[in-house]
């Protein structure tokens, strides 16, 4: 599995943003909702931190408490695509930000939010 991972850029605080994970590979579409996915980040000298995780089956959301209220993940079955949209955005939100499926990641997509 394949993660390509896009939609980043340089926002003004209180902004928005709305990152996509494109997944391929060789697998069929009705496997793409059969595991969670999720979204990390990580900020320059900080460690990776999770953001926000999509489950497989009832495409139930959890989000951690910094974003909460703010950001929202989903995800396009159609297109084997998962969303990132961040609304509300603030300067500590700028990083690099990642798609995660399993053991797969992608390739990072970086947020700045300055003035």
């Known amino acids: 599995v394949q993660l390509q991972a896009s939609g980043g850029g340089l926002v003004q605080p209180g902004g928005s943003l709305r990152l996509s994970c494109a997944v391929s590979?060789?697998?069929?579409?009705?496997?793409?909702?059969?595991?969670?996915m999720g979204w990390y980040r990580q900020a320059p000298g900080k460690q990776r931190e999770w953001v926000a995780t999509?489950?497989?089956?009832?495409?139930?959301?959890l989000y951690a408490n910094f974003v909460k209220g703010r950001f929202t993940i989903s995800r396009d079955n159609a297109k084997n695509t998962l969303h990132l949209q961040m609304n509300s955005l603030k300067v500590e939100d700028t990083a690099v930000y990642y798609c995660?499926?399993?053991?797969?990641w992608g390739q990072g997509t970086q947020v700045t939010v300055s003035s």
């Open positions: 995660n499926r399993g053991n797969s």
């Open positions: 999509i489950r497989s089956g009832s495409d139930s959301t």
């Open positions: 590979g060789r697998f069929f579409t009705s496997t793409f909702t059969s595991a969670a």
